[in-house]
Each structure stands twice: as C-alpha cells, then as structure tokens.
C-alpha cells in the first residue's frame, strides 16, 4: 500500500510539472527524497519487518528432512536379517549333532543372521531341500552332505544364484559351486593318531632291538573323502615303521580299500575283526595295535576283543584308537578298553563357520588357512582347519572342565558295579546244577518209548546249531 501511494504521488508531481513548466528541479528532487523516505520505512517499519519472517521458512523444512534421514535409518536398522540355510543329514547319535546344529545358529544370529535348518534322511530329500532353501530367499546354504558325489545338478541353480555354499565338516565332491570348506585337517589327524601310536607303543625302541608289533587297520567309508585324508596323513608317520618290518599286518590288510568299513558301522568292524583273529591269531600270536579312523570302529574291535575273552588291561589287550570323543567313546577311555580318541569340539567347528559366512556375505576377505589340500574333483576347495587334541585315560577329565560333557555322561564308574554284580549272582547257583541231574533220571525210566527217537533226532540238530551260535 504504501508503495502504490508513493508511485501515486511521483505521478502527481511530475503531472504538476508537465503542467507548470516551471520548477521542475525542485518537483524532481522531491519524488527522489520522497522515494528514499518510503525506502527507509519499509526497512524499518514493523509491519515490513513482519513481512520479512517467510525467508525464515525453510529452516522448519530443514527439520522434517533431517527427521526423516533419522526415520530411514531406524527402518535400515529393523530390516530383516538375511537368511542361512543349515542343511545336514540324520545322524545316529542325534543328540550330539542337535547340539553342533544348535551351536551353529547361536553363532550365526550372533553376527545377525537368521539361520533355518534342514534334516534329511537321504540325498533325494536334501536335493529338495536345497530347492526349499533357495524359495526362502537365503543369502547363503552350509550343506553337510548326505551323499557327497550327489549335489552337483541342484547345486548348479544356487550357483546361478550367487549364492555362496559352505561345506560343513565333510567335503561336497565333484562340483564347482562349493566355495569354502569348514573341517578338522583329516590329513593331521592321521598324523596325530601315527605320532600318538609310534611314542605308546615305543616304536622307535622297538626298531633299535630289532622287534616288531602286529597291526590291524580299521578305516572309515570307502566312499568317505575325510576316511582317506585320515588314512594318507596316518600312513606318512607309520609307513617308514612297516617297511622295516617294526609294524606288521598279519592280516595283510593294509591298503585303504582293504581296511576301508562302509559308513564306519560298528557291528561290520566287530565281524571282520573276529575273522582276522580267526584266521591270523589263532595261532597265539599276539595282536598289539588296532588303529581306526572313528570311534564307531574302535567300539566294534572292542567287542571283538571282549567275544574271544581277552581282559581290558592285562597284557593281551591290544592299543585301540579311534577318533571323535564320542561319550560311550570316553567311558570306554576310563574303563581302560579304548586307549586314545582325538577330541574335535564342535563348539570351534561352529564359530569358523559363522566367522567365515560373515565374511563371505559382507564381501570380505576371508581367514582360510588351506587353499592346497582339498581337491573335490573340479576344483580346490579354500578351507578352514580347527585344531584337535588326543584324549586319553589321564586327561579326559577336560572334557568335563571345558564344558563340553556333563560328568554323568562320560563318567564310566556308576556302571561297572551293575555290570558285576549279575556274573556273580550266577555263577553260585547249586540249586541249578543239582536239579540237571533229575532229568536224566526221567529219560532213564522212558528210555523204552518212542520218545526217545525224538530226542535222539533232536539232539544232532541242537549239536549243529550250538557250535554255530559260538562261532
């Protein structure tokens, strides 16, 4: 308004000159300080000052834009975890394996993932599973395999996927698509259980006398990569001992095809340990070492040895090894049947993994410490290697301190008692043996009946079957 009455006046006045004619510089300089007088009030007039304050406004937009940068962040900051597959086989000792599958969440949501597992009882129900995996979107699959030679074709699609795969405590074979491998050095732990079985046994003595000690060798499945890693990293501390005849295989079983047992069962290791003693032993000579790749074996030799009643501690009893510390393992340990296991906590197996799916997810480099040894036939696998300890009857107690067993499940003392106290409750039984006598008194008296033809014709078969049920 007052800029309109001031342009209003200036029209005047200049009208008042054109019509005057006369006094125009005065008129002139009159519109100008009348212009700078308007000038000076609408800088210092409150009511122009009011109509300052909206170049102000966009310090408020300025607040919103930075609450809303704060809001993105929160929503980046609630944004699902991204998913890991954990895909595994059944196993027989499933407590154990509930717990490594347990161990290995716990470490994967730690470093914020959200982890999902997966059974199976056989390759074809993995393979779906590896599909049911990729339909949920993981950024990653740990894949301890059923069948090992079986996943090349599935695993193709999580490879067109870009989708890293670890494999888990047994190597995937013949495909391209694994890109790490999690494991204990099989190969080492061969090395341990030679190096283990030369310094008790006293090898190295045994070749300055010029004596010798009988071996029989009892490895994991044929079809078992580890089982043969086991078997080359144990031959490379023993082979120098068999060739200068300090160790001797009187079965001559000694090449890993021989001595391989097919899923490490236990009850085949017990059969074919009784053979050889059989065969080669019958004779008296003494078997002093049986060496095996798992605990499953030993427990089978154990058995063998216990069916042809050799006594757990007396000289005849041979140096059983195995590996894993499986807890009936450990008890055997105690008992003084099973003389070594090589103890692979599962606990590290499990941190290595999850340290090593972070890493590989947020694109950096990983800590692999074996980019040489694991070949699965279309490639060398980069692996991690946890480190093992030899556990015996004077240290196995760690393995309660470090939290890894519960006393009652390793402690093998409550049980002997019981085993006991029933041999000798049945071997004072005269009752027993003194009612034998009565019967054949009652066959005497019906000796003339044909009952007697029946028996005889009975006999020889019990005769055929007894032998039998004691081979």
Do not use: H
Not at 259 to 280: H, S
């Amino acid at each position: 308004m007052k800029i309109k009455s001031v342009r209003i006046l200036a029209g005047i006045l200049l009208s008042a000159v054109a019509f005057t004619g006369c006094g125009s510089n005065d008129a002139t300089k009159a519109v100008s300080e009348s212009l700078e007088t308007e000038k000076e009030g609408i800088s210092q007039n409150e009511e122009e000052l009011e109509l300052l304050k909206p170049t102000e406004e966009p310090e408020p937009t300025e607040i919103p834009e930075e609450e809303t940068s704060e809001e993105t962040d929160d929503t980046q900051e609630t944004e699902p975890a991204a998913k890991v597959g954990i895909l595994v086989p059944k196993k027989e000792q499933e407590d154990r394996w509930t717990e490594n599958e347990k161990l290995l969440c716990q470490n994967l949501e730690e470093y914020g993932y959200e982890p999902f597992v997966y059974r199976a009882d056989s390759s074809e129900e993995q393979k779906s599973q590896i599909t049911a995996a990729l339909n949920q979107e993981a950024a990653a699959l740990i894949i301890t395999p059923v069948q090992a030679y079986e996943l090349d074709e599935v695993l193709q699609q999580v490879l067109e996927a870009s989708i890293p795969v670890f494999s888990y405590d047994e190597l995937i074979m013949d495909t391209d698509a694994v890109n790490y491998y999690i494991t204990y050095s099989e190969r080492s732990a061969g090395n341990k259980i030679g190096e283990t079985i030369i310094q008790k046994m006293g090898l190295e003595d045994a070749r300055k006398n010029g004596e010798s000690r009988n071996i029989e060798f009892f490895m994991g499945s044929p079809d078992d990569l580890d089982a043969l890693f086991f078997y080359n990293g144990l031959m490379e501390k023993l082979q120098e001992y068999m060739d200068d005849g300090t160790l001797v295989c009187p079965s001559g079983k000694t090449a890993f095809s021989d001595v391989a047992v097919m899923d490490g069962n236990q009850n085949a290791a017990r059969r074919e340990l009784l053979k050889r003693l059989e065969t080669n032993y019958a004779d008296g000579t003494r078997l002093d070492i049986v060496c095996t790749g798992l605990d499953s074996l030993a427990a089978g030799a154990v058995e063998a040895l216990l069916e042809n009643q050799l006594v757990p501690g007396s000289e005849d009893w041979p140096f059983i090894s195995g590996t894993g510390c499986e807890a009936e393992a450990v008890k055997s340990i105690a008992r003084g049947e099973q003389a070594v296991s090589l103890f692979m906590d599962s606990r590290n197996l499990a941190q290595e993994c999850a340290k090593l799916v972070d890493a590989c997810l947020k694109e950096e480099t990983p800590e692999v410490n074996d980019y040489e040894t694991y070949d699965n036939g279309k490639k060398i696998v980069g692996t991690v290697t946890c480190e093992m300890q030899v556990i015996d009857a004077d240290n196995y107690p760690i393995l309660i301190d470090n939290g890894y067993y519960e006393e009652e499940e390793i402690e093998p003392e409550p049980m002997e008692p019981e085993s006991m106290e029933p041999e000798m409750t049945e071997v004072p039984e005269p009752e027993s043996i003194q009612a034998e006598p009565e019967a054949p008194e009652e066959t005497q008296t019906g000796e003339d009946g044909p009952e007697n033809t029946e028996t005889e014709a009975a006999d020889p078969e019990n005769t055929d079957s007894g032998p039998r049920l004691r081979l």
